[in-house]
């Protein structure tokens, strides 16, 4: 922690001048904001600065790492013991971080799906698809026939 700037055996020392600081300047603590007190008081106080931004950085509650070993005990059951810890972090990534199915929109991927690859995967069937609207309402049949 030294070589980053942070001397823990400051902090105390720190926080009873940064206390009095705040009293003295006339400013009212419960209208006060953690990132006026930063910029007014940064120079002397960098340890008690640096603890309070860590300790503010911390989640509030453990719901979001509960969720996630909910979400890993029902994958990784009795039947798919033998998954590998990439492929579990990579579900876990993506269920984490996908948008709300309710939210998604499929077409531009399946576009993109079915215009890349060492070869075209059907040919005829971005014909249809206007950018303008963004919508294909026959999703990819040319003359009523499927391809």
Not at 27 to 37: P, T
Not at 50 to 66: E, F, G, H, M, Q
């Amino acid at each position: 922690m030294a070589t980053a700037g942070f001397y823990p055996d400051k902090v105390e020392e720190e926080w009873k001048l940064l206390k009095s600081l705040i009293y003295a300047c006339g400013c009212q603590v419960e209208n006060l904001q953690w990132s006026d007190v930063n910029k007014r008081f940064q120079e002397g106080h960098t340890n008690i600065l640096a603890l309070v931004d860590i300790v503010l950085t911390l989640p509030a509650s453990s719901a979001d790492a509960k969720r996630g070993f909910s979400e890993l005990k029902m994958t990784k059951s009795d039947w798919r013991c033998r998954l590998r810890s990439s492929v579990l972090n990579d579900k876990l990534t993506i269920h984490f971080l996908s948008e709300d199915i309710a939210d998604y929109d499929p077409m531009p991927a399946t576009y993109l799906w079915n215009s890349c690859g060492p070869r075209q995967r059907r040919p005829l069937y971005m014909d249809d698809y206007s950018e303008s609207d963004g919508e294909d309402s026959d999703l990819g049949q040319t003359d009523g026939k499927s391809i």
